[in-house]
Protein backbone atom coordinates (compact mmCIF):
# COMPACT_ATOMS: atom_id res chain seq x y z
CA UNK A 1 0.00 0.00 0.00
CA UNK A 2 1.22 3.46 -0.84
CA UNK A 3 1.73 6.38 1.09
CA UNK A 4 -1.79 8.09 -0.86
CA UNK A 5 -3.56 5.23 -0.17
CA UNK A 6 -2.73 5.33 3.32
CA UNK A 7 -3.80 9.30 3.59
CA UNK A 8 -6.73 8.72 1.56
CA UNK A 9 -7.55 5.80 4.44
CA UNK A 10 -7.08 8.59 7.09
CA UNK A 11 -9.09 11.46 5.62
CA UNK A 12 -12.22 9.29 6.26
CA UNK A 13 -10.25 8.62 9.60
CA UNK A 14 -10.47 11.88 10.46
CA UNK A 15 -13.86 12.45 9.31
CA UNK A 16 -15.29 9.48 11.41
CA UNK A 17 -13.69 11.33 14.65
CA UNK A 18 -15.29 14.80 13.35
CA UNK A 19 -18.55 13.07 13.55
CA UNK A 20 -18.02 11.11 16.70
CA UNK A 21 -16.84 14.52 18.45
CA UNK A 22 -20.19 15.98 17.12
CA UNK A 23 -22.53 13.16 17.98
CA UNK A 24 -20.67 13.27 21.56
CA UNK A 25 -21.48 17.26 21.61
CA UNK A 26 -24.78 17.53 20.57
CA UNK A 27 -26.31 14.06 22.14
CA UNK A 28 -23.84 14.28 25.57
CA UNK A 29 -22.56 10.83 24.79
CA UNK A 30 -19.42 10.05 26.84
CA UNK A 31 -18.46 7.07 25.00
CA UNK A 32 -19.18 8.79 21.86
CA UNK A 33 -16.51 11.18 22.61
CA UNK A 34 -13.97 8.48 24.00
CA UNK A 35 -14.20 6.60 20.96
CA UNK A 36 -13.61 10.40 18.58
CA UNK A 37 -10.80 10.54 20.78
CA UNK A 38 -9.12 6.96 20.62
CA UNK A 39 -10.33 7.59 16.27
CA UNK A 40 -8.30 11.02 15.76
CA UNK A 41 -5.65 8.92 17.49
CA UNK A 42 -5.88 6.09 14.91
CA UNK A 43 -5.93 8.67 12.50
CA UNK A 44 -3.15 10.72 13.59
CA UNK A 45 -1.01 7.07 13.78
CA UNK A 46 -2.24 6.52 10.01
CA UNK A 47 -1.23 10.48 9.56
CA UNK A 48 2.40 9.81 10.64
CA UNK A 49 3.20 6.31 8.96
CA UNK A 50 1.92 8.11 5.64
CA UNK A 51 4.35 10.52 6.17
CA UNK A 52 6.87 7.93 6.59
CA UNK A 53 6.32 6.11 3.96
CA UNK A 54 6.19 9.01 1.44
CA UNK A 55 9.54 9.56 2.67
CA UNK A 56 10.99 6.14 1.96
CA UNK A 57 9.17 6.11 -1.19
CA UNK A 58 11.16 9.23 -2.31
CA UNK A 59 14.38 7.59 -1.28
CA UNK A 60 13.15 5.07 -3.20
CA UNK A 61 13.17 6.64 -6.54
CA UNK A 62 16.68 7.69 -5.96
CA UNK A 63 15.45 11.56 -5.47
CA UNK A 64 15.45 11.02 -1.47
CA UNK A 65 13.87 14.45 0.74
CA UNK A 66 11.57 15.18 3.61
CA UNK A 67 7.99 15.45 2.37
CA UNK A 68 7.15 18.77 2.75
CA UNK A 69 8.31 19.97 -0.80
CA UNK A 70 4.61 20.38 -2.48
CA UNK A 71 1.01 21.96 -2.19
CA UNK A 72 -0.12 17.86 -1.43
CA UNK A 73 2.70 17.38 1.14
CA UNK A 74 1.97 20.48 3.20
CA UNK A 75 -1.35 20.10 3.41
CA UNK A 76 -0.95 16.82 5.07
CA UNK A 77 1.81 17.52 7.48
CA UNK A 78 -0.67 20.83 8.20
CA UNK A 79 -3.39 18.19 9.14
CA UNK A 80 -0.96 15.83 11.01
CA UNK A 81 0.40 19.34 13.08
CA UNK A 82 -3.30 20.40 13.77
CA UNK A 83 -4.28 16.56 15.13
CA UNK A 84 -0.93 16.49 17.55
CA UNK A 85 -2.27 20.40 18.78
CA UNK A 86 -5.64 19.30 18.76
CA UNK A 87 -4.77 15.94 21.05
CA UNK A 88 -2.72 17.81 23.52
CA UNK A 89 -4.93 20.59 24.00
CA UNK A 90 -7.46 18.26 24.41
CA UNK A 91 -5.87 16.09 27.08
CA UNK A 92 -4.78 19.39 29.11
CA UNK A 93 -7.94 20.71 29.58
CA UNK A 94 -9.96 17.66 29.39
CA UNK A 95 -12.73 19.29 26.73
CA UNK A 96 -13.17 17.46 23.53
CA UNK A 97 -14.06 20.41 21.80
CA UNK A 98 -10.97 21.21 20.93
CA UNK A 99 -11.12 17.43 19.20
CA UNK A 100 -14.47 19.08 16.85
CA UNK A 101 -12.31 21.69 15.67
CA UNK A 102 -9.12 20.47 15.26
CA UNK A 103 -10.91 17.23 13.45
CA UNK A 104 -12.77 19.05 10.58
CA UNK A 105 -9.65 21.16 10.16
CA UNK A 106 -7.65 18.31 9.52
CA UNK A 107 -9.82 16.45 7.12
CA UNK A 108 -10.62 19.86 5.04
CA UNK A 109 -6.62 19.59 4.40
CA UNK A 110 -6.58 16.42 3.64
CA UNK A 111 -9.41 16.48 1.90
CA UNK A 112 -8.25 19.10 0.24
CA UNK A 113 -5.02 18.09 -0.54
CA UNK A 114 -6.63 14.70 -2.43
CA UNK A 115 -7.89 17.10 -5.14
CA UNK A 116 -3.98 18.52 -5.72
CA UNK A 117 -1.10 16.28 -7.69
CA UNK A 118 0.60 13.31 -5.53
CA UNK A 119 3.25 12.63 -7.18
CA UNK A 120 6.47 12.42 -5.77
CA UNK A 121 8.80 14.89 -7.24
CA UNK A 122 12.94 15.89 -7.38
CA UNK A 123 13.39 18.91 -5.16
CA UNK A 124 13.87 22.16 -7.15
CA UNK A 125 17.75 24.16 -6.24
CA UNK A 126 16.15 26.60 -3.96
CA UNK A 127 14.84 23.93 -1.79
CA UNK A 128 17.59 21.44 -1.40
CA UNK A 129 18.23 22.54 2.10
CA UNK A 130 19.00 21.40 5.33
CA UNK A 131 16.75 24.41 6.36
CA UNK A 132 13.85 22.57 4.92
CA UNK A 133 13.03 20.65 7.50
CA UNK A 134 13.34 23.20 10.19
CA UNK A 135 11.18 26.29 8.00
CA UNK A 136 8.69 23.95 7.24
CA UNK A 137 8.23 22.23 11.06
CA UNK A 138 8.18 25.58 12.61
CA UNK A 139 5.85 27.23 10.33
CA UNK A 140 3.24 24.86 10.02
CA UNK A 141 3.30 24.47 14.01
CA UNK A 142 2.52 27.45 14.07
CA UNK A 143 -0.30 27.70 11.10
CA UNK A 144 -1.75 24.83 12.96
CA UNK A 145 -1.83 26.58 16.48
CA UNK A 146 -3.66 29.86 14.70
CA UNK A 147 -6.08 27.25 12.86
CA UNK A 148 -7.33 25.99 16.02
CA UNK A 149 -7.45 29.47 18.08
CA UNK A 150 -9.20 30.14 14.86
CA UNK A 151 -11.96 27.97 14.89
CA UNK A 152 -12.41 28.48 19.11
CA UNK A 153 -13.05 32.38 18.41
CA UNK A 154 -15.46 31.65 15.88
CA UNK A 155 -17.66 29.73 17.93
CA UNK A 156 -16.83 32.17 20.95
CA UNK A 157 -18.35 35.55 18.62
CA UNK A 158 -21.60 32.79 17.32
CA UNK A 159 -22.38 32.65 21.07
CA UNK A 160 -21.68 36.20 22.10
CA UNK A 161 -23.77 37.37 19.44
CA UNK A 162 -26.19 34.70 20.46
CA UNK A 163 -26.35 31.67 18.05
CA UNK A 164 -27.83 28.34 18.13
CA UNK A 165 -29.06 27.31 21.63
CA UNK A 166 -26.45 24.16 21.14
CA UNK A 167 -23.26 26.52 21.55
CA UNK A 168 -24.55 27.01 25.14
CA UNK A 169 -22.91 23.77 25.77
CA UNK A 170 -18.81 25.27 25.03
CA UNK A 171 -16.49 25.80 27.69
CA UNK A 172 -17.03 29.24 29.38
CA UNK A 173 -16.10 32.17 28.03
CA UNK A 174 -13.18 32.48 29.91
CA UNK A 175 -11.58 29.11 29.17
CA UNK A 176 -12.22 29.84 25.41
CA UNK A 177 -10.39 33.20 25.81
CA UNK A 178 -7.73 32.02 27.67
CA UNK A 179 -7.04 29.33 25.05
CA UNK A 180 -6.98 31.58 22.00
CA UNK A 181 -4.78 33.62 23.74
CA UNK A 182 -2.36 30.52 24.55
CA UNK A 183 -2.57 28.71 21.43
CA UNK A 184 -1.76 32.46 19.27
CA UNK A 185 1.13 33.00 21.50
CA UNK A 186 2.76 29.29 21.33
CA UNK A 187 2.01 29.85 17.39
CA UNK A 188 3.75 33.26 17.34
CA UNK A 189 7.12 31.78 19.06
CA UNK A 190 6.87 29.00 16.51
CA UNK A 191 5.81 31.66 13.63
CA UNK A 192 8.88 33.90 14.48
CA UNK A 193 11.31 30.95 14.52
CA UNK A 194 10.06 30.19 11.13
CA UNK A 195 10.26 33.76 9.63
CA UNK A 196 13.63 33.65 11.20
CA UNK A 197 14.96 30.46 10.06
CA UNK A 198 13.41 31.27 6.71
CA UNK A 199 15.59 34.00 6.61
CA UNK A 200 18.56 32.17 6.77
CA UNK A 201 17.62 29.27 4.98
CA UNK A 202 17.23 32.86 2.04
CA UNK A 203 20.41 33.65 2.73
CA UNK A 204 21.92 30.44 1.50
CA UNK A 205 19.82 29.66 -1.08
CA UNK A 206 19.86 33.49 -2.94
CA UNK A 207 22.48 36.01 -0.87
CA UNK A 208 20.06 37.47 1.09
CA UNK A 209 17.97 37.56 4.17
CA UNK A 210 14.85 39.54 2.83
CA UNK A 211 13.42 40.36 -0.20
CA UNK A 212 10.18 41.86 0.30
CA UNK A 213 8.95 38.81 -2.07
CA UNK A 214 4.87 38.43 -1.66
CA UNK A 215 5.80 35.46 0.66
CA UNK A 216 8.22 37.02 3.04
CA UNK A 217 6.27 40.21 2.67
CA UNK A 218 2.88 38.22 3.49
CA UNK A 219 4.37 36.12 6.43
CA UNK A 220 5.48 39.54 7.92
CA UNK A 221 1.91 40.97 7.77
CA UNK A 222 0.13 37.77 9.62
CA UNK A 223 3.08 38.36 12.44
CA UNK A 224 1.87 41.88 12.67
CA UNK A 225 -1.21 40.70 13.05
CA UNK A 226 -1.04 38.48 16.29
CA UNK A 227 2.12 40.87 17.39
CA UNK A 228 -0.36 43.32 18.00
CA UNK A 229 -3.21 40.73 19.41
CA UNK A 230 -0.87 39.84 21.89
CA UNK A 231 0.85 43.72 22.83
CA UNK A 232 -3.48 44.36 23.20
CA UNK A 233 -3.88 41.64 25.30
CA UNK A 234 -0.72 42.24 27.44
CA UNK A 235 -0.74 46.34 27.19
CA UNK A 236 -4.08 47.36 27.03
CA UNK A 237 -6.09 43.94 28.70
CA UNK A 238 -7.73 43.48 25.79
CA UNK A 239 -9.97 40.32 25.63
CA UNK A 240 -13.06 38.60 24.77
CA UNK A 241 -14.82 39.85 21.45
CA UNK A 242 -11.70 42.29 20.36
CA UNK A 243 -9.15 39.51 20.31
CA UNK A 244 -11.57 36.55 19.13
CA UNK A 245 -11.82 39.31 16.03
CA UNK A 246 -7.96 39.45 15.77
CA UNK A 247 -7.60 35.72 16.19
CA UNK A 248 -9.74 35.53 13.26
CA UNK A 249 -8.47 38.20 11.45
CA UNK A 250 -4.97 36.85 11.76
CA UNK A 251 -5.80 33.09 10.42
CA UNK A 252 -7.02 35.11 7.32
CA UNK A 253 -4.03 35.98 6.83
CA UNK A 254 -2.50 32.71 7.25
CA UNK A 255 -4.34 31.43 4.57
CA UNK A 256 -3.40 34.20 2.41
CA UNK A 257 0.13 33.54 2.85
CA UNK A 258 -0.07 30.07 2.68
CA UNK A 259 -2.86 30.13 -0.47
CA UNK A 260 -3.19 33.42 -2.01
CA UNK A 261 0.56 34.23 -2.57
CA UNK A 262 0.93 31.35 -4.59
CA UNK A 263 -0.49 33.36 -7.38
CA UNK A 264 1.58 35.70 -7.40
CA UNK A 265 4.73 35.93 -8.98
CA UNK A 266 8.68 36.00 -6.92
CA UNK A 267 10.44 33.77 -5.44
CA UNK A 268 8.01 32.13 -3.94
CA UNK A 269 6.01 30.62 -6.59
CA UNK A 270 7.04 27.34 -6.36
CA UNK A 271 4.49 27.85 -3.46
CA UNK A 272 2.08 27.07 -5.81
CA UNK A 273 3.22 23.45 -5.42
CA UNK A 274 4.40 23.58 -2.19
CA UNK A 275 4.55 25.23 1.35
Known amino acids: MSSSHILSIVTFIYGLAFFLYLFEWVFKKEAAGRMATAVAILGFTGNTAGIILRWVESYRMGI ?4 LSNLYESLVFFAWCIILLHLFVEWRYRNRIIGLIGSL ?16 QPLIPALKSNW ?5 FTCFIGYASFAIAFGISLLYLLRRIGGPAILERLPSDSLMDEL ?4 VMFGFLFLSAGIISGAVWA ?18 VTWFVYATLLHARFMRGWHGNRIAVL ?29
Request: proline letters at 5%; aromatic letters at 16%.
Open 203 to 220: NSAWGRYWGWDPKETWSL
Open 132 to 136: LIAHV
Open 105 to 120: LAVSALAYASLKPDQI
Open 247 to 275: SIAGFLAVLFTYFGVNYLPGLHSYGAMGQ
Open 180 to 183: THQL
Open 64 to 67: GHAP
